[in-house]
């Protein structure tokens, strides 16, 4: 008996350097693979959430034209959506609508003109992942 749990014990191995390397480097793979396949998926998410706000935005500047027969002017910019704006032309009914004008995914502030170069009204946009004027600039289209 005791020499059957001896061989037993004794026949047992392992793994080898060389096995326990090629699992590592599977691994590796799958997660590289995974990584390589989900980073479209990020700057998918970003532009989605410029969308989002784009749309947030607007209806806030709506609001404001509403109120006021006009959207801000671009010296006013965005922020007269969350501070009453001291340049003419002063809204007559103004109203706090938001509590802080968001960044972009990329860490910027949009960007605003009025009145627009594209739209009639105003031009709201960002300047996209690169951070400066060039043609992937993200613009709102009505």
């Known amino acids: ?7 037993l ?10 096995e326990i390397m090629l699992v590592l480097a599977i691994i590796s793979v799958l997660v590289g693979s995974a990584i390589y396949l989900l980073a479209n998926n990020v700057d998918a998410a970003k532009e989605q959430r410029v969308e989002t706000d784009f749309q947030a935005i607007t209806t806030q500047l709506k609001t404001y034209e509403m109120r ?10 965005l922020e007269a959506l969350v501070n009453r704006p001291t340049i003419k032309p002063e809204p007559r ?8 004008v968001p960044l972009d995914p990329w860490g910027n502030p949009y960007l605003y003109r009025s009145p627009g170069k594209f739209n009639p009204a105003f031009d ?19």
């Open 1 to 7: 008996m005791k020499n059957s749990v001896f061989v």
């Open 9 to 18: 014990r004794k026949s047992q191995s392992a793994y080898t350097l060389v």
């Open 68 to 77: 006021n027969f006009n959207v801000p002017t671009t010296e006013q910019g």
């Open 93 to 100: 009914k103004w109203m706090k609508l938001m509590d802080s």
């Open 124 to 142: 709201l946009y960002s300047w996209g992942p690169d951070k400066k004027e060039s043609s992937d600039d993200i613009f709102y289209k009505k």
